[in-house]
Nanobody
Framework: QVQLVESGGGLVQAGDSLRLSCVASGRTFSSRVMGWFRQTPGKERNLLAA????????DYADSVKGRFTISRDDAKNTVYLQMNSLKPEDTAVYYC????????????????WGQGTQVTVSS
């Protein structure tokens, strides 16, 4: 199990960039698959991006493909989400999460969650 703390959210304008960070505590970070999710009020939490252990494999939701990049630095126990060309519809609370397996890419099995960080994109 890992404890996760996100940071880097804020208020930006459409077209701007942000980089979210998620720092993990615990010695098992490097063996965990990491993911970024987002959620808006009244809607379900959606998986945006995932990265496997070692960072050799990444996948993205269609809504963010080509704009967002997930990466990890195991030496720093940190996973990042670089968000470019932000749109108002990207406004949400963003969460990082961890689980033990990579496929299938779905919302099942993500047992470790951060507290979330708010991203607001104005038009």
């Amino acid at each position: 199990q890992v404890q996760l703390v996100e940071s880097g959210g804020g208020l930006v304008q459409a077209g701007d960039s942000l980089r979210l960070s998620c720092v993990a505590s615990g010695r098992t970070f490097s063996s965990r698959v990491m993911g970024w999710f987002r959620q808006t009020p009244g809607k379900e939490r959606n998986l945006l991006a995932a990265i496997n252990w070692g960072g050799t494999n990444t996948d993205y939701a269609d809504s963010v493909k080509g704009r967002f990049t997930i990466s990890r630095d195991d030496a720093k126990n940190t996973v990042y989400l670089q968000m470019n060309s932000l749109k108002p519809e990207d406004t949400a609370v963003y969460y990082c999460a961890a689980r033990a397996f990579y496929y299938p890419l779905n919302t099942y099995g993500w047992g470790d969650w951060g507290q979330g960080t708010q991203v607001t994109v104005s038009s």
